[in-house]
């Protein structure tokens, strides 16, 4: 099978790591990839906008499966605009069409979608510029702490936890007057704010059957003790040591399963992954958000733990077979640590040359490429999340201190990264 696979950052490396293992894969190739990706199959320079290339590339290297990593390109229709090519009718694609997608696209839309489906989820009210004052009054009586999201794509950064009524207005004012996020942000949902554990559960689904990948958390906040900014993610552990089979019961009945059959009864085609990420308040599980892709650095968690081919197992979701598979997960705790360039989440300088790539430890650990790019031979940063290592432990505690063992060899110009991931279960 000849397989193209979207997207550049870590999740896209650890995809083709796994994608290159299978022996169904004939030929693999990144477009447009990274410094890590290049390691597994050919890198294409295709920007992820531009549709047209990729189609021509799917008919010129006669793709057989198109996997596509990233929500943007998802949400700007890829996948419909793919298959409805009259000399691709033989290309299956992994990802939703751009209705499907809009679970992730569209924050409204996807707690519409989980008010229809009866889905656990926190109360929430939605505000654009038609109807701002009447927000900033819904704020002012709102109980505090109010959680501020844009209700488009806003790269992991479209979630505001406001502390108090001011906080809240101004952050508001700037999302829809200022366009904070562009037009992300010119509708507001505006939610309960709930006190829990966050967890992110993985699916796969055919469109009629699904089987459940390996669950993990992330970290989201730049420093230590889950301290400053949002980020993409700074870190993952799975499994997760508080989740049983109790919880995950509870987790397929009241959400899992409601979702897959909504989107079928709703006539929303959809092949691909879906994220849930959970907040887990007194034992009980509340959704709080859908994306239509793995979620990145969890994927680097997931697919190390992930036993079966990976293209077997896209294979019978192209085929809706999916109801004839078993995963099989590595019993292993998997810790990754994400190394950042200093100033990330804020402003930073890209193309500072990393050293140690090539002391890190294979037995226990993996190293994936996030934003990098390779240059006259050496490898140099060209992106806020540089790179990840993924190691193997019996614990959380094991597995993490591994990773954060094998990061000390990775040097680059102001390298930032988290030490405690998982802390809360050491």
């Not at 410094?35 to 189609?55: P, W």
């Not at 059959?261 to 007194?282: H, K, N, P, T, W």
């Amino acid at each position: 099978m000849r397989i193209l696979l979207l997207g550049s950052g870590g999740r896209e490396n650890a995809l083709a790591w796994k994608l290159a293992q299978s022996p169904r894969c004939e030929k693999l190739f990144i477009a447009p990839g990274n410094a890590g990706t290049a390691r597994f199959g050919t890198n294409l320079d295709i920007s992820l906008s531009d549709f047209e290339t990729i189609r021509r590339t799917c008919i010129d290297e006669q793709i057989d499966l198109v996997l596509v990593g990233p929500e943007e390109p998802l949400v700007k229709g890829v996948t419909d605009f793919l298959i409805s090519s009259p000399s691709l009718v033989h290309l299956d694609v992994i990802g939703p069409g751009k209705a499907g997608a809009q679970l992730e696209g569209s924050k409204a839309f996807a707690k519409a979608f989980m008010m229809r489906h009866q889905i656990p989820t926190a109360a929430y009210r939605e505000f654009t510029l038609d109807n701002f004052a009447e927000g900033v009054e819904y704020l002012k009586k709102h109980p505090l702490p109010i959680v501020l999201k844009a209700d488009g794509l806003a790269a992991g950064k479209g979630v505001l936890i406001c502390e108090n009524h001011l906080e809240a207005i101004a952050e508001f004012e700037l999302m829809i007057q200022r366009a904070k996020f562009g037009e992300a942000g010119k509708k507001v949902v505006v939610e309960q704010f709930l006190k829990g554990i966050e967890i992110s559960v993985f699916v796969l689904t055919d469109g009629k059957n699904y089987v459940i990948l390996p669950e993990a958390k992330d970290y989201k906040r730049v420093g230590t003790g889950d301290s400053g900014p949002n980020t993409g993610g700074m870190g993952a552990v799975s499994p997760v040591p508080f989740v049983d089979k109790k919880l995950m019961w509870k987790i397929e009945e009241k959400v899992i399963r409601p979702t897959v059959e909504g989107l079928r009864a709703e006539g929303l085609e959809y092949r691909g992954f879906i994220f849930f990420g959970f907040m887990i308040v007194d034992d009980e599980p509340y959704m709080i958000e859908y994306n239509c892709r793995m979620g990145d650095p969890e994927t680097e968690v997931v697919i190390p733990r992930l036993k079966n081919d990976l293209v077997e197992l896209l294979e019978a979701v192209t085929g809706q077979q999916l109801d004839k598979v078993t995963i099989e997960t590595d019993p292993r705790t998997a810790c990754t640590v994400v190394a950042v360039s200093g100033g990330y989440p804020g402003d930073y300088q890209k193309g500072y040359e990393i050293t140690g790539i090539d002391k890190i430890n294979p037995e226990d650990s993996l190293l994936f490429h996030m934003g990098t790019v390779e240059k006259n031979g050496k490898v140099l940063t060209n992106g806020g999340r540089v790179l990840c290592i993924t190691s193997y432990g019996r614990s959380v505690y094991d597995a993490v201190d591994i990773s954060n063992e094998e990061m000390e060899k990775i040097y680059f110009t102001d390298i930032n990264f988290r030490e405690d991931i998982g802390y809360e279960f050491k």
